[in-house]
């Protein structure tokens, strides 16, 4: 095959060879059950509490035992929603989420709905923003937990999370993000910011797939989600999968340390393609918060064009880009995030999401515009949609 760019790090990044070398000897040489009591098992305690302890440095969390592994992200923001309502559900059976969240977390609210809860979904403006002020306005004595993602995975917006959080405590609610975008993009301090409870997980940040952690304050009350021995405290049951938690401590610990340099290299690559896209291909909308957003995500629709068809044509390129999650598992429904942005039905169909990861260069962007104004030329010639000439160059 030709050139090949992969633009769709907010879905997964490879693993860094740093990374890599920190796993290997994990698969064999120290292959013990972190639970034996053994000197097998000893040794392979010790890379886990070598891990959790990265983590813990990386977000700034007051004790490395108030982070708890877990199998995936998805699983930390089911347990943190499920296990946090059911253990304080004494106090009141209402929580607030925004409607951007992902979707482990607005499943898992669904599921608690028809355990008795009542859940309100935040509307974010067309930004993608959550306001503090509606926030406020559904607060009742019955809230007991809010959970607002720190950076949304589809548009790339930061929402304010320590004016958030401060709210839930002076109203005594515990407060969860899923900061799974945020790691290595923005810094996350947990005290700094009165975090209670936030979802991370490896492979977003050139970490190994299949491992998340749930950071929990110490002295907040939480349900199990996996009943099993008493692996993780006997909060999380489950044989701990040694290489991939050894993997992420030290890619968490990458991701802390190369911020600004990645955090400003990403700024050049995106503000380069934003300009040159701009400049040769007319009637695209950009999707998000023009300032309050991470760099690495560029969300851009496409007007008179579907998302998916992009997609494919740049794939026959070599180029990987992603369209709104829904549509990617087969539904016609566009992405639950840009309906919350009141975009348009038509628009969120033409969008198309493009990551960039740290690796990225100037070259595959000139490649990837290149590839990107002809087939957008191509299927715009053939748009039934296409009327009065609209979206056609130089008219
Ligand atoms: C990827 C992602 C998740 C899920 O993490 P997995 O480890 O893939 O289950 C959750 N939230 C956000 C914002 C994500 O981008």
């Not at 720190?150 to 917006?157: F, K």
């Not at 040694?242 to 995106?270: S, W, Y």
């Amino acid at each position: 095959m030709e050139r090949r760019v992969y633009l769709d790090n907010a879905a997964t990044t490879y693993v860094s060879g740093e990374v890599l070398n920190e796993m290997l000897p994990c698969f064999n040489a120290v292959f013990g059950n972190s639970s034996s009591l053994h000197s097998f098992g000893r040794e392979a305690q010790s890379i886990v509490d070598r891990a959790r302890d990265r983590i813990a440095k990386a977000i700034n969390a007051e004790k490395s035992n108030e982070i708890y592994f877990t199998g995936s992200g998805s699983e930390a923001n089911n347990w943190a929603i499920k296990g946090l309502a059911r253990a304080n559900k004494s106090k009141g059976n209402h929580i607030i989420v925004s409607a951007i969240e992902h979707d482990s977390i607005i499943e898992s609210c669904k599921e608690l709905e028809q355990e008795g809860f009542e859940i309100t979904y935040l509307s974010v403006d067309q930004t993608g923003i959550v306001s503090l002020a509606e926030l406020l306005h559904y607060i009742k004595p019955e809230t007991i937990l809010i959970s607002v993602m720190s950076v949304n995975n589809e548009v790339g917006t930061i929402q304010n999370i320590k004016a958030f959080a401060k709210t839930a405590h002076e109203n005594g609610i515990i407060f969860h993000t899923d900061a799974v975008q945020a790691i290595g993009a923005l810094k996350m301090d947990v005290q700094d910011m009165e975090i209670d409870a936030m979802t991370m997980s490896a492979h977003k940040i050139y970490g190994p797939k299949g491992v998340g952690a749930l950071y929990l304050k110490n002295g907040i009350r939480i349900e199990n989600l996996i009943s099993g021995g008493n692996q993780e405290r006997g909060k999380r049951g489950g044989t701990v999968n040694v290489p991939a938690v050894a993997g992420f401590g030290k890619a968490i610990e990458i991701a802390v340390r190369d911020l600004t340099v990645n955090q400003q290299k990403l700024k050049a690559i995106r503000t380069y393609f934003l300009e040159k896209v701009q400049e040769k291909i007319p009637y695209i909308y950009l999707n998000g918060h023009p300032q309050q957003k991470i760099q690495s995500i560029v969300n851009l629709s496409f007007e008179l064009i579907e998302g998916e068809s992009i997609l494919m044509l740049l794939d026959l390129e070599g180029i990987a880009v992603s369209t709104g999650s829904a549509c990617t598992s087969g539904s016609l429904e566009p992405s639950h995030v840009l309906k919350a942005m009141g975009i348009s039905n038509e628009l969120a169909q033409g969008s198309i999401r493009f990551s960039f990861g740290k690796s990225i260069t100037k070259s595959d962007i000139d490649y990837v515009v290149e590839k990107l104004v002809s087939v957008v030329e191509k299927l715009r010639s053939i748009s039934p949609l296409t009327k009065a000439g609209r979206g056609k160059k130089g008219e």
